[in-house]
């Protein structure tokens, strides 16, 4: 899994997350989608919480900031719901931790891993403000792990994750950053 394990997590969940784009396009464990192609809020899905009246969060992160051989604002938090009833995985019933911002990796740094990771939880997570879809605050250097760990989450019952690179939609987006 492209060293998604140990950068990330540290064992391979045992189940995927279905992720879609507009125009039907699927996230596929390593499939290059674009900035343009991901830019909009996905539709996210998993079975196998059916009849089950448990919680899920769901992160979204990137560990390749600036470049993925020199990562040192891993993580970069791209979305963040908690919350979301279990028994149908749709990120609008959750509390938005982080508002969704699409992929925007630097021109010239190459392909960036973009990871959803689902856990499911054992308790309601209490948890504000919400960081906006226009600021950076709060989005540099998350920890996956550390957030589980801080919320008794324990490893991500699911996984997939698509990789991008730079395009010319990146500076577009990086224009509605106010802070």
Known sequence: MDDIVPDVVDAVPAGTVQVTYADDLEVKQGNELTPTQ?????????????????????????????????????????????NIPGSNINPSEGY????????????????????????QQENKIDETPTISNTTRAGRLNFNARDFATKHGLGEPIAANYYQAQYDDFVPIRNKTFTG
């Open 38 to 82: 991901v830019k909009d809020v996905p539709n996210v899905s998993w079975s196998g919480l059916e009849g089950k009246s448990n919680l899920v969060t769901l992160l979204m992160v990137d560990p390749d900031a600036p470049t993925r051989q020199d990562p040192k604002y891993r993580e970069i938090l791209h979305w963040a719901v908690v």
């Open 96 to 119: 938005p931790l982080a508002a969704y911002v699409g992929s925007g990796p630097p021109e010239g740094t190459g392909l960036h891993r973009y990871i959803f990771l689902l856990y």
